[in-house]
């Protein structure tokens, strides 16, 4: 919450919008009920911004008039454009798949459900001008979300920044602008497990947050059910760490330390004292012990070797069914 980023360094490159396109980059799964309402916010926005602008719209198999709804703005509107992927591949991918395609000087990626106010992106525009590469919305107020998200989402900044060397910034989303030559190094990056914050943390430049307060969804649901946050973040923080794969050599070799101080404590007192009764409790404990902690380290290794193999069968990251509005 308090964790924005420090003021910029003196930045004596300033930049000018005039002749500049902005790429809006926004994944839509099942998002009828809000989309309307989405363009006409985002556009007011854009044409009072004064920019060229294009609007990305990936639609991530959804299963309701999603791609209707886009294909009767696209009519209107030609600047919308829109990449019907042939399947949902999660919001990770789609947002790779929209910022592939885009071809903006600046890439804003957006939520469509409005929890990213779009009225923002001229504060990031701003921002962009006074010489920031990326401008973050920050979450000041996250009331909109329950409790328990509020209470695992600031577990998850937690663990991840506990163990990755590119620290996360708290309450930063998706939502912000990048120059291109951000964009590019993201496009670059080959990795399949697309853990966005991650990428856009990773890459560095010169970042400022843009605080702001996180309204609730405008319709329709979310679809990050805690089962499915729970994967992303151990996507997250097995694509930026190697900690929990490496600390299981510590445990070891502490578990056997003390495996073999243990047997030495047993040895002098059976010479000393003799033979008692033999403890079959203490043995079995011993054994469980030792069998949840071996489960729990191969379990880890499987994780990361699952990964591995990911990224080894080397699949393209989406398939795109239909593109509208490029040439
Ligand atoms: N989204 C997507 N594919 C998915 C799930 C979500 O493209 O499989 C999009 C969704 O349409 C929205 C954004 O990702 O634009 C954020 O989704 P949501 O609002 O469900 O997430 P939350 O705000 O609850 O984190
Ligand atoms: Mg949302």
Not at 87 to 109: C, I, Q, W
Not at 261 to 283: E, M
Not at 306 to 320: D, M, N, T
């Amino acid at each position: 919450m308090t964790d924005l980023a420090p003021p910029l360094p003196s930045l004596s490159a300033t930049r000018s919008r005039a002749g500049k396109r902005l790429s809006v980059v926004a994944p839509c799964f099942n998002e009828q009920a809000v989309l309307d309402q989405f363009f006409e916010r985002l556009e007011a926005t854009l044409e009072a911004c004064g920019v060229d602008y294009e609007i990305v719209c990936v639609n991530d198999g959804s299963r309701d008039h999603t791609l209707a709804v886009l294909l009767r703005h696209h009519g209107r509107n030609p600047r919308v454009k829109i990449i019907d992927l042939a399947r949902n591949f999660g919001k990770e991918t789609a947002l790779s798949a929209g910022l592939e395609a885009a071809t903006g000087d600046m890439v804003a990626p957006i939520d469509v459900d409005l929890q990213d106010p779009p009225e923002l992106i001229a504060d990031f525009i701003v921002a962009w001008e006074a010489g920031a590469d990326v401008a973050y919305g920050v979450r000041v107020d996250r009331r909109s979300d329950s409790g328990l998200k509020r209470l695992t989402a600031q577990g998850f900044y937690r663990a991840f920044n506990a163990l990755s060397d590119v620290p996360l910034p708290y309450n930063a989303g998706d939502f912000r602008l990048m120059d291109r030559k951000v964009v590019e190094v993201i496009r670059s990056l080959p990795e399949r497990n697309r853990f966005m914050k991650g990428l856009f943390a990773w890459v560095g430049f010169n970042q400022v947050a843009v605080p702001y307060a996180r309204p609730e969804r405008a319709a329709g649901s979310s679809s990050w059910r805690y089962w499915r946050l729970w994967n992303f973040a151990l996507d997250g923080i097995t694509s930026f760490s190697t900690a929990p794969i490496r600390v299981w050599s510590y445990i070891g070799l502490a578990a056997a330390a003390v495996a073999f101080v243990a047997a030495a404590a047993i040895v002098v007192r059976t010479l000393l004292f003799g033979r008692d009764v033999p403890g079959y409790p203490s043995i079995v404990v011993l054994l469980l012990m030792s069998f949840g902690v071996q489960m729990l380290a191969i379990g880890s290794l499987g994780e990361y070797v699952a990964r591995i193999y990911q990224e080894v069968k080397g699949r393209p990251l989406y398939v795109v069914m239909n593109r509208y509005g490029f040439d």
